[in-house]
């Protein structure tokens, strides 16, 4: 148990440095870009250890798992899951932060609970890059929604998600980033969230400011997430 406890504090501490030391071998600033805990299917202690670490921001995939969870946690807290609009008054409760808008309507239901609450709520557009992932806006359509999106009173778009492909090689990893980065640009946003525990190197790589690390940091999941996926 002690063991365990220690692990995760020790990864995050090992790989903030790795991070820097990519981002300094690449010329970029290591201040530029932020790391995300991805806390799915993680105990709440694991969250307070890795809060204990550093971490200062998580990202959690389901609301009912984040509902106790991440409750009176002091971090904040990224949606990175898919937005179904029946869920988007209790996301805009809990989150500061949705990074996986994918379409006009979800915008919609988060402005609308947004406005309820009297808030502005911060977004990302999530792109799809990869024909292993089922959610994200075809890059094609990405400018169309990104002015729709913009147009909702009570939302505010900060940047670009997206998820890379599984099991491909480095320069397809590459070359997909490369799609994210070009909707980034054409943007004009501040935040590219790109990079997961396999592919972070080359997404720093492609520019991204945002990194949403799991079993780098937690090591692997519980098979839950099998079922649940
Ligand atoms: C699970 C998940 C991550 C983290 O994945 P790891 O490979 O464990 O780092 C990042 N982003 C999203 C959207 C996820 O669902």
């Known amino acids: 148990m002690m063991l365990e406890r220690g692990t995760i504090a020790d990864r995050y501490v090992a790989l903030r440095k790795e991070i820097d030391a990519a981002l300094r071998s690449l010329g970029r600033a290591p201040a530029t870009v932020h790391v995300v805990a991805v806390t799915k299917f993680q105990p709440r202690s694991a969250v307070v250890e890795a809060i204990a670490a550093g971490v200062q921001r998580v990202g959690e995939n389901y609301v009912k798992e984040a509902e106790g969870k ?76 990104l002015a729709q999106v913009r147009a909702l009173e009570h939302l505010r778009v900060e940047g670009v998600m997206a998820i890379g492909p599984v099991g491909v090689t480095q320069a397809q990893t590459m070359q997909t980033f490369e799609t994210a980065r070009a909707c980034f640009e054409r943007s004009g ?14 997404a720093l790589a492609a520019g991204s400011t945002e990194l949403r690390l799991g079993t780098a940091i937690f090591g692997p999941r519980p098979a839950k997430e099998a079922i649940r996926r």
């Open 189 to 202: 946003a501040a935040v590219l969230s790109l990079g997961m525990s396999g592919d972070w190197r080359e």
């Open 70 to 145: 991440l409750a009176g946690l002091a971090v904040r807290k990224h949606f990175i899951g898919h937005v179904q609009t029946n869920k988007a008054r209790r996301i805009v409760e809990l989150f500061d932060l949705v990074e996986s808008v994918d379409r006009l309507e979800a915008a919609r239901a988060l402005d609308r609970a947004a406005a309820a609450q009297g808030r502005t709520l911060p977004v990302l557009l999530q792109v799809n890059i990869s024909p292993t992932e089922r959610f994200g806006v075809p890059p094609a359509e990405f400018d169309a929604l």
